[in-house]
């Protein structure tokens, strides 16, 4: 999209900080309130047949990329790393002991950090920790992230070999100026190669993590990667809007503030690349993502959790590891951030439950409308009845109705059962689930990522 084809005033007007709504309520408003008691009377709880998807963390890095704002630390070190495992296989027993025994795992989840960090036979350890205690199937959705640098053939045999079948490979950007902008020098060979040895396993689901809005980066040099990763063909893709926030992760003040991207900028890279994604034959879903017609995430019922667009539907989310979170029937929770007081925790009574939110009534039906309003771009009355009854719907539609009537930019456009985003209010969705959210507090801005 070119620069001149852009309503400036408009993004402008919109370039707001706000959540990206991973969860209602963010999880900025967790309170220490929430503890190790709740989570184990939740988890009592559950229904007998419950599914569950499982999110591990792994949070080490062999060296710190400069954008990064993830729970993370980087380690030349292996035994910290082998300490960790400890601990989470300990955690793991403890949460395995309190689920119920008939419970079914849907999906499963090796983020970090670097989940490919750990050594061969700690992977195939950690893999077997997990099968001991919860039902893994051949079924069971098993996804872990991959940084191409720390990847090897024996890593890889050790990942199919434990189910492993689906890998997500950071990339951000194959720009050699973008990288040392970030402190990640990554080659597009290397890249390729880590792709190679999971594909010459036979794993065939793959999706790839780029950023837009990188210092250095332009709507020229993101074009140019989107061409090399078109080129590897993933299922996947994934493109986040670079959230640079220096006082809540220290290791951004390295970035050099001058050379960041402004919202105009961004907002074009943003459309640029899904233009050209559209044309190589991928679907945009939601907000950020983009697969195959024929990848699942294309097919089946598409929702938003903590590792962000799936077709994740279980029940219950269970975060393992430092500052991992997990969501309930009853609200969420989640661990103590620093390895440190998570394994101390751990070691105390079995769990690091640090804080989290009990989820009210009114808590659950706004949720329900943000969910649905960044996965659908839509609002309907018919699906909050079926789901939390008239009286919940018809107390919403007051909101809706003042929403479509005051609506100075063209975002929304009124249907028969609520309200759908238009083409030009898409890019805007998280400024329209703003409207819903009860807890947003403007002053906190520092804490979220600019919204285009």
Same mark, same amino acid.
């Given at each position: ?117 750990? @050594? !061969?036979?700690?992977?195939? %350890? #950690?893999?077997? &920790?997990? =099968? *001991?205690?919860?039902? $893994? ?5 098993? @996804? !872990?992230?991959?940084?191409? %640098? #720390?990847?090897? &053939?024996? =890593? *890889?045999?050790?990942? $199919? ?15 050699? &100026?973008?990288? *040392? ?272």
């Amino acid at each position: 999209m070119s620069l001149n084809d852009i309503d400036r005033a408009l993004v402008m007007r919109r370039a707001a900080a706000l959540p990206r709504y991973t969860s209602y309520p963010t999880a900025n408003h967790f309170q220490s309130s929430v503890g190790p008691v709740d989570y184990r009377n939740w988890l009592a709880g559950l229904a007998d047949d419950a599914a569950l998807s499982l999110y591990l963390h792994i949070p080490f890095c062999n060296e710190m990329c400069w954008y990064c704002a993830c729970s993370t630390k980087a380690t030349r070190r292996y035994d910290p790393v082998a300490r960790y495992l400890d601990t989470l296989e300990a955690e793991i027993a403890t949460v395995a002991g309190l689920v119920p025994r008939r419970h079914r795992l849907t999906h499963l989840h090796w983020g970090g950090g670097s989940p490919d960090i750990l @050594a !061969v036979a700690d992977i195939v %350890r #950690l893999g077997a &920790a997990l =099968k *001991a205690n919860f039902h $893994v199937e051949a079924a069971t959705e098993f @996804a !872990v992230e991959i940084d191409p %640098r #720390l990847m090897t &053939a024996d =890593k *890889a045999d050790a990942f $199919v070999g434990i189910g492993v079948n689906r890998i997500s490979i950071g990339v951000q950007d194959f720009d050699p &100026a973008v990288q *040392a902008a970030i402190g990640r020098m990554q080659s597009y060979d290397v890249s390729k190669a880590s792709l190679d040895l999971f594909r010459d396993r036979g794993i065939s689901s793959v999706n790839m993590d780029l950023v837009y809005g990188l210092p250095r980066q332009t709507e020229h040099s993101l074009a140019q990667t989107i061409s090399q990763v078109i080129e590897l063909s993933p299922d996947r893709i994934a493109i986040f809007g670079y959230a640079h926030l220096p006082q809540r992760a220290h290791n951004q003040k390295l970035i050099d503030e001058a050379t960041l991207p402004g919202p105009i900028e961004r907002f074009a890279m943003a459309r640029r690349l899904t233009s050209q994604l559209a044309k190589a034959g991928y679907v945009q879903l939601g907000l950020d993502h983009f697969a195959r017609r024929d990848d699942s995430l294309a097919r089946l019922p598409l929702n938003r959790n903590f590792q962000g667009y799936t077709t994740d539907g279980a029940d219950t989310l269970i975060g393992l590891g430092a500052s991992a979170i997990g969501k309930l029937p009853q609200g969420y929770v989640q661990n103590a951030v620093t390895v440190a007081d998570y394994t101390s925790r751990v070691a105390h009574n079995g769990l690091a439950t640090a804080r989290g939110w009990t989820l009210a009534p009114d808590d659950r039906l706004r949720a329900f409308v943000i969910e649905r309003l960044m996965c659908d771009f839509a609002f309907s009355f018919a699906a909050i009845a079926a789901n939390f009854g008239e009286a919940d719907a018809h107390g919403l539609l007051r909101e809706v109705d003042a929403m479509v009537a005051d609506d100075p930019d063209g975002f929304l456009t009124a249907s028969d059962d609520g309200f759908e985003l238009t083409p030009r209010g898409r890019p805007f969705v998280r400024s329209i689930c703003a409207r819903f959210d009860a807890y947003l507090n403007p002053a906190a801005g520092a804490r979220h990522s600019m919204s285009v």
